[in-house]
C-alpha cells in the first residue's frame, strides 16, 4: 500500500469516479449494471452538502467514501455522518477501505465531532466485513420513509 494517497475528490476527479458509482449501486443492487454518469459525478462532486474523498492507487482512483458533516441535535455539536464507502473489488482487503474509514476520523477530530454515524447495507446484500470490524451498533436504527406514502396520506 506504499502507493497508496488520500485526498477530498475535485471536479477532474469526476470521470474516474463516475465508473465507481456505477460498480458501487451495481454491488448493492444486483440489477443490470449502471453505466458511468460523469455529469452526475461532477454535480455530486460539487454539491456542497456532501464531501467525497477517494483513494488513489499511484493516480488511478481505486475507492471512495461519501460523507455529511452534519448536527447533532443531542449533543448540541456536530457529527459525520458515512453514506458510502466503496472499494473497487482488486482492490478489497488490502486496508483500503478501513484507511478511508480512518482518513475520515482524521476529519472528524480537525472538526471536533461527537462521532462518525455509519449507515451500512441490509445484510445479505454487500460484503458486511469492513464495517462488522470497525463500528458497533449503535442507539438508533435506520428506516425509511417512502416519499410517496407521505404524499398520500
Known amino acids: ?3 497508496l494517497s ?3 475528490l475535485n471536479p477532474a476527479d469526476a470521470p ?9 449501486a451495481q454491488a448493492l443492487k444486483r440489477g443490470a449494471p449502471r453505466r458511468p454518469d460523469e455529469v452526475f459525478a461532477e454535480r455530486l462532486i460539487d454539491d456542497k452538502s456532501i464531501e ?24 448540541g455539536l456536530r457529527i459525520g455522518q458515512l453514506d458510502d464507502i466503496y472499494v473497487v473489488p ?14 475520515l476520523s482524521k476529519i472528524g477530530q480537525d472538526r ?4 462518525v454515524r455509519w449507515l451500512v447495507p441490509n445484510k445479505n446484500k454487500v460484503d458486511n466485513s469492513l464495517f462488522e470490524n470497525l463500528a458497533e451498533p449503535g442507539d438508533k ?5 417512502p416519499i410517496d406514502r407521505l404524499a398520500l396520506a
Do not use: C
Open 112 to 115: 471536533d465531532w461527537v462521532h
Open 90 to 103: 482488486e482492490q478489497r482487503h488490502k486496508g483500503i477501505g478501513r484507511t478511508l474509514v480512518e482518513e
Open 16 to 24: 474516474n469516479l463516475a465508473p465507481l458509482i456505477a460498480q458501487n
Open 6 to 8: 488520500y485526498r477530498a
Open 1 to 3: 500500500m506504499a502507493d
Open 52 to 75: 467525497l474523498i477517494g483513494a488513489f492507487e499511484a493516480e488511478t482512483l481505486v475507492g471512495f467514501a461519501a460523507f455529511f458533516d452534519i448536527p447533532d441535535l443531542v449533543s
Open 141 to 145: 436504527d435506520s428506516l425509511i420513509v
